[in-house]
């Protein structure tokens, strides 16, 4: 499976942004998706996951609500809704598909992450 992102952009403090990940190979609908970010000078964060019949999703706590993710297996695309953002939001954002859900979710694929910057 190979994967891209996009979607990513600079918008304002409270604004909002779908990013796309866009998937390859028979096989993507058999795995779970996730969404994590890395921003500047700190370690690659978990965001999100769905399971491969787009029905349980999970989220890091610090999200609070502000993101949903959702899969269109046909189309074999897997998105992140975004909405309030924060300066803090700012980060590169990869999706990636794996095994396991939430906390537990073992990337096997990555995209190649798509920049988002949310400005102040």
């Known amino acids: 499976v190979q994967l891209q992102a996009s979607g990513g952009g600079l918008v304002q403090a409270g604004g909002s942004l779908r990013l796309s990940c866009a998937g390859s190979?028979?096989?993507?609908?058999?795995?779970?998706m996730g969404w994590f970010r890395q921003a500047p000078g700190k370690e690659r964060e978990w965001l999100s996951t769905?399971?491969?019949?787009?029905?349980?999703?999970d989220y890091a706590d610090s999200l609070k609500g502000r993101f949903t993710i959702s899969r269109d297996n046909a189309k074999k695309m897997v998105f992140l809704q975004m909405n309030s953002l924060k300066p803090e939001d700012t980060a590169v954002y990869y999706c990636?598909?794996?095994?396991?859900?939430?906390?537990?979710?073992?990337?096997?694929?990555w995209g190649q992450g798509t920049l988002v910057t949310v400005s102040s």
């Open positions: 990636a598909g794996g095994y396991g859900l939430a906390y537990e979710f073992s990337p096997v694929y």
């Open positions: 190979g028979r096989t993507f609908s058999n795995y779970a």
């Open positions: 769905i399971n491969t019949g787009g029905d349980r999703s």
